[in-house]
């Protein structure tokens, strides 16, 4: 009989096949965040049992376009960049369970399969999808600066629709990157059954967080965001009910496994 190796298919001799290597996953990149308010109750049909609303500010939505460069614990893929970089966007509300806050991600699209596959064993509800979003940089004219007046523009498309677009103008310093994405996360992983008509494989709530998180100066500022409808994606009944405020932020995550919550 065979062994194979591998922390998630396809599982070979070697492993080296392995769509993804075992954590710890190290994360290095740049956020950009708008946090709004919405219905809080097109907030709590997105949370299933045992999660109910959070008690303060239950319409509080964050979307967050991520680009990425991440690694396992070698190294390796950095030397490999198509195996490192990926960009996503994310869709975060708070939930509260057993009088604890935490967020949630209810949406979000990545553009790589290995980004995907983390998310499976993560608990992230993630989607192929197209994310684009401005970088800054200190010299020249074809990049906005971390500084006042920055202006930043960010999007989303799935199955060919844009989904979401925004722009961001920086207007300083922040003390916090916003709130609706400070807690640790509180997901469900499922798998259905094989068997029609019984019980998932699969169903539990989990919690997970940074292991480590290490991030350089916030800034703040104002943002337009619109967002489009879609035959396959709900994202717009999340409407814009009322600005809060713009982030952006350079952060590093180590993400090394979560504990069973229900």
Not at 61 to 86: F, K, T
Not at 151 to 174: C, H, N
């Amino acid at each position: 009989m065979a062994t194979v190796r591998g922390f998630l298919h396809p599982r070979t001799a070697t492993g080296r096949s392995s769509l993804i290597p075992s954590p710890p996953w190290h994360y290095s990149g740049d956020l950009l965040t708008v946090e709004y308010r919405t219905d809080p109750a097109r907030v709590a049909e997105l949370l299933p049992a045992p999660l109910s609303p959070a008690d303060e500010d239950p319409g509080a939505v964050a979307i967050i376009w991520a680009d990425w460069q991440s690694c396992s614990a070698s190294g390796e893929e950095l030397l490999d960049p198509v195996r490192a970089q990926y960009k996503e966007c994310f869709v975060v509300v708070r939930c509260s369970f057993e009088g604890r806050t935490y967020s949630r991600c209810v949406y979000i699209w990545v553009d790589k399969d290995f980004a995907i596959a983390r998310g499976l064993h993560q608990g992230y509800p993630k989607k192929l999808g197209s994310i684009h979003q401005t970088r800054p940089h200190p010299y020249g004219q074809g990049a906005p600066r971390l500084a006042e007046g920055g202006r930043f523009g960010a999007t989303l498309a799935a199955a060919d629709r844009r989904l979401a677009e925004a722009v961001v103008t920086l207007r300083g310093p922040s003390e916090t990157n916003g709130f609706v994405n400070g807690h640790p996360m509180a997901h469900h992983r499922y798998l259905p059954s094989i068997e029609p008509g019984q019980p998932a494989a699969l169903d539990e709530l989990i919690e997970s967080g940074a292991a480590s998180f290490e991030a350089g100066p916030a800034w703040t500022g104002d943002a337009e965001l619109t967002l489009y409808d879609s035959p396959t994606e709900e994202l717009s009944l999340l409407t814009v009910e009322e600005p809060i405020a713009a982030y952006y932020r350079q952060v590093g995550v180590v993400w090394d496994g979560g504990r069973r919550l229900a």
